[in-house]
């Protein structure tokens, strides 16, 4: 019997949400690690990742687009509980955030077939309820992009 297990992290669940699909979407286009640093607020998020080189505006566009390519395909949001041997066996799992104390049961959230993550914040049901994802702002320095989001409806 698997636990109940309560999201700790009082996050918007839309954004939230969105941020799994932007880190996702950073990796797939520019084999980066997932977000090690990120803001996630109701009106306005920031995630920082780090690549050798700034992208383009083009490829920040192409982003953006990305991003909202895949939250329109409705996706399911579900989550499993695993063991830390399951959770390895999932492809394409970064534990590198997970901090030394989680334990052996995992909660690991997946946005449909499109991404993997062990999270303990809220999330929507269905990618449908996101909205249009905007990038607001992008800066890039000493390797560190630091992108600034929002959600429109």
């Known amino acids: ?52 080189k700034a992208p383009t505006k083009e490829q920040m566009q192409e982003l953006q687009e990305k991003v909202n390519e895949v939250l329109s395909k409705h996706l399911p949001v579900t989550e499993r509980v695993l063991s830390r041997a399951e959770a390895q066996q999932v492809q394409g799992l970064d534990f590198s955030k997970l901090p030394a104390e989680a334990g052996d049961e995992l909660r690991i959230v997946f946005v449909g077939d499109y991404d993997a993550c062990p999270c303990i ?27 600034r989001f929002k959600l429109e409806k």
Request: charged share 25%.
């Open 1 to 52: 019997m698997q636990p109940v297990f309560t999201p700790k992290k009082d996050y918007c669940a839309p954004m939230h949400t969105t941020e799994h699909v932007l880190n996702q979407t950073m990796v797939r286009m520019f084999g980066c690690a997932r977000s090690k640093n990120a803001h996630i607020e109701k009106n306005k998020s920031k995630c920082d990742f780090f690549l050798t």
């Open 121 to 147: 914040g809220a999330h929507v049901e269905n990618t449908k309820e996101t909205g249009h994802f905007v990038i607001s702002s992008w800066d890039y320095e000493n390797g560190r992009l630091r992108i």
